[in-house]
């Protein structure tokens, strides 16, 4: 069997527990150490889940450590991930790769140049979920997409996470750090985005942080537009429209994403999970579901809030696929020009609402290749 990638994460926040607890489910990934800006973090991580804990410098002068997970706040992103390139290592990062498509484009150009892999989460749209609708659409159970929406709407993070700043600046608010996964789906689905047209506002000048913690209480300035209400228009002809809100305390729609088709409508399931019930109507008939806890990542295996059933989650997978692509000299489905065309998007949607006018993406990218049993019989355990 083939020598696990040793891998090490830059990046001990929140997120980070989520990749320890979930590596073990993947075969050709070992998580050996951790490096954060405050040492007392690593520690704590690497006590934690008995790996090492070094510095940032440490990881990358390190010739055993061979691939890094990059799970700094997003405007560190880019210069975390070059350093890693530079340093000789494969990359992947939690979204957004980085925060303009310019310097995203630049991390893809250093990764090709090197004859590195650079990936980006989302990875959820390899779940269950993501693969079943895939594989209707791919069928032409609803016929051609002509049309869609998808809507991401909470009332923000400051109720939950401990130390949500980071959440209400550039490269953040819903769009950046919420978007990837739809986009990412959308994508997945349809194929690229070609033209957007987008309108925007800050609702709020200050949030007050309610979650438990040394912030509770305290304001934090929000400067970045936290209501997005937008239309992609993709290469192949369909139109979403696409609603991205921190402002709302309750909506009425049930169905994060739907397509609408030549024959029929499809109800996607929530692309912040792996898992899910896929939709489908044959016409305006009955929708006739398909479940997927059956398939592939679709299974649930992570609990949720208390009384709720436990949902699908697989990150890791991403980076899993990602060495499987550096061993197999293939692209990874979490491409670094997948994640950059996703962040072409969403910067176009910003400077669409910012000018009002339609806006042309700059970028494109193939659809990811679909997973095959044959994939997951050789990542997962």
């Given at each position: 069997m083939?020598?696990?990638?040793?891998?090490?994460?830059?990046?001990?926040?929140v997120?980070?527990?989520t990749?320890?607890?979930?590596?073990?489910?993947?075969?050709?990934?070992?998580i050996?150490?951790?490096?954060?800006?405050?040492?007392?973090?690593?520690?704590?991580k690497?006590e934690?889940?008995?790996?090492?804990?070094l510095?940032?410098?440490?990881?990358?002068?390190?010739a055993?450590?061979?691939?890094?997970?990059?799970?700094?706040?997003?405007?560190?992103?880019?210069?975390?991930?070059?350093?890693a390139?530079?340093?000789g290592?494969?990359?992947?990062?939690e979204?957004?790769?980085?925060?303009?498509?310019?310097?995203?484009?630049?991390?893809?150009?250093?990764?090709?140049?090197?004859?590195?892999?650079?990936?980006?989460?989302?990875?959820?749209?390899?779940?269950?979920?993501?693969?079943?609708?895939?594989?209707?659409i791919?069928?032409?159970?609803?016929?051609?997409?002509?049309g869609?929406?998808?809507?991401?709407?909470?009332?923000?993070?400051?109720?939950?996470?401990?130390?949500?700043?980071?959440?209400?600046?550039?490269?953040?608010?819903?769009?950046?750090?919420?978007?990837?996964?739809?986009?990412?789906?959308?994508?997945?689905?349809?194929?690229?985005?070609?033209t957007?047209?987008?309108?925007a506002?800050?609702?709020?000048?200050t949030?007050?942080?309610?979650?438990?913690?040394?912030?509770?209480?305290?304001?934090?300035?929000?400067t970045?537009?936290?209501?997005?209400?937008?239309?992609?228009?993709?290469?192949?002809?369909?139109?979403?429209?696409?609603?991205?809100?921190?402002?709302?305390?309750?909506?009425?729609?049930a169905n994060?994403?739907?397509?609408?088709?030549?024959?029929?409508?499809?109800?996607v399931?929530?692309?912040?999970?792996?898992?899910?019930?896929?939709?489908?109507?044959?016409?305006?008939?009955?929708?006739?579901e398909?479940?997927?806890?059956?398939?592939?990542?679709?299974?649930?295996?992570?609990?949720?809030?208390?009384g709720?059933?436990?949902?699908?989650?697989?990150?890791?997978?991403g980076?899993?696929?990602?060495?499987?692509a550096?061993?197999?000299?293939?692209?990874?489905r979490?491409?670094?020009?997948?994640?950059?065309?996703?962040?072409?998007?969403?910067?176009?949607?910003?400077?669409?609402?910012?000018?009002?006018?339609?806006?042309?993406?700059?970028s494109?990218?193939?659809r990811?290749?679909?997973?095959?049993?044959?994939?997951?019989?050789?990542?997962?355990?």
């Amino acid at each position: 069997m083939a020598r696990r990638a040793a891998i090490g994460i830059i990046g001990c926040g929140v997120i980070s527990d989520t990749y320890f607890k979930l590596a073990p489910l993947f075969k050709g990934v070992e998580i050996v150490a951790c490096a954060d800006i405050a040492p007392a973090y690593a520690k704590a991580k690497a006590e934690q889940f008995s790996v090492r804990a070094l510095s940032v410098d440490e990881m990358l002068a390190d010739a055993g450590i061979d691939a890094v997970i990059n799970l700094t706040v997003p405007d560190a992103h880019y210069a975390v991930s070059l350093e890693a390139l530079t340093a000789g290592k494969h990359v992947y990062s939690e979204k957004p790769l980085a925060l303009t498509y310019k310097t995203a484009k630049k991390l893809v150009t250093e990764a090709d140049k090197r004859g590195l892999k650079i990936g980006a989460a989302p990875d959820t749209f390899l779940g269950g979920g993501g693969q079943t609708a895939r594989k209707l659409i791919d069928k032409g159970t609803i016929g051609e997409v002509v049309g869609g929406s998808a809507h991401v709407l909470s009332h923000g993070m400051e109720h939950w996470h401990p130390n949500p700043g980071f959440f209400f600046k550039p490269g953040a608010g819903p769009m950046f750090d919420i978007g990837p996964y739809y986009l990412t789906a959308l994508v997945n689905l349809l194929g690229p985005v070609k033209t957007v047209a987008a309108m925007a506002k800050k609702s709020f000048p200050t949030r007050t942080v309610s979650a438990e913690g040394p912030m509770k209480g305290k304001q934090i300035k929000v400067t970045t537009p936290t209501t997005i209400n937008g239309v992609l228009e993709f290469r192949s002809g369909a139109q979403v429209t696409i609603g991205t809100s921190w402002d709302v305390w309750k909506h009425g729609h049930a169905n994060p994403i739907e397509l609408y088709g030549t024959k029929g409508s499809m109800l996607v399931p929530d692309p912040n999970f792996f898992g899910g019930i896929v939709s489908c109507s044959d016409g305006d008939g009955d929708y006739v579901e398909t479940d997927t806890a059956s398939v592939a990542f679709g299974a649930g295996n992570w609990e949720g809030r208390p009384g709720t059933p436990k949902r699908s989650n697989y990150r890791m997978l991403g980076v899993a696929d990602l060495i499987d692509a550096a061993n197999k000299g293939r692209e990874p489905r979490c491409s670094g020009r997948l994640a950059a065309h996703v962040v072409d998007i969403m910067e176009s949607v910003l400077v669409s609402a910012a000018d009002r006018s339609f806006v042309k993406v700059r970028s494109t990218t193939d659809r990811p290749a679909p997973l095959t049993a044959a994939d997951v019989r050789r990542i997962a355990k």
